[in-house]
């Protein structure tokens, strides 16, 4: 469990711990915390989940896709997501 300046708690679920941050090591929770937090778009997802976007200045100004269960505080996915359009 982490959290932002004090803020609201967020949980990352095992597929996050053990696969996304193997695979991608240039993420870090803190990243997917911040786009979830201050989103530039957020839009449902199937099986209740959400996805949110932001650019993040360390991935170069790039998108970041950040996927969360439905209670918008556990993050399950994240990647720089080169389609996106703002």
Not at 3 to 9: C, E, P, Q, S, V
Not at 34 to 61: K, T
């Amino acid at each position: 469990m982490l959290n932002l300046n004090g803020m609201t708690d967020y949980h990352f679920t095992p597929y996050f711990e053990n696969e996304v941050l193997r695979k991608r090591p240039e993420l870090t929770k803190e990243m997917c915390i911040r786009v979830v937090s201050a989103p530039l778009r957020v839009e449902p997802q199937d099986f209740n989940r959400f996805r949110f976007w932001a650019a993040v200045p360390e991935l170069g100004g790039r998108y970041l896709r950040v996927v969360t269960l439905a209670d918008k505080q556990t993050i399950h996915n994240a990647f720089p997501d080169r389609r996106f359009k703002p």
